[in-house]
């Protein structure tokens, strides 16, 4: 289970989610954020050697059977374009499983058999 996302939680190490974003759907009075949600620059955006992912991107996450104005809603459990997670979500509006959830757990029932 995790959290829905909104405009301004936090990706990564500092990365702020923007927009696209639910015009009619809040949580905790802010609009929930929707697939490919862009995050800001977070570190190590400008440093030699650092990919480009971390300057600015995409997120991703695919909660099973759940849309907001036609687009999956990101989560706590998603995932930006550079690859850091989503760190913060609402506590209390939840979505319970996901397919990456879902495919990890066939994967773990299927190991431990």
């Known amino acids: 289970m995790a959290g829905i996302a909104r405009v301004g939680d936090i990706l990564g190490p ?3 989610l923007t927009a696209p974003f ?7 009075g802010r609009p929930v954020a929707l697939l490919g ?8 955006c400008g440093i030699k050697g650092c990919p480009p992912t971390h300057c600015f991107g995409p997120t991703f996450d695919v909660p099973v059977g759940v849309t907001i104005n036609g687009l999956p809603p990101i989560t706590k459990s998603g995932k930006g374009l ?3 997670g989503v760190k913060t979500a609402s506590s209390d509006v939840i979505i319970s499983g996901g397919l990456i959830g879902a ?7 299927a190991a431990l058999k």
């Open 22 to 28: 639910s015009p009619d759907v809040t949580v905790n």
């Open 14 to 16: 500092g990365g702020v």
């Open 37 to 44: 949600c862009v995050y800001t620059a977070h570190p190590c």
């Open 103 to 109: 495919i990890g757990g066939q994967a773990l029932g």
């Open 82 to 84: 550079c690859g850091d």
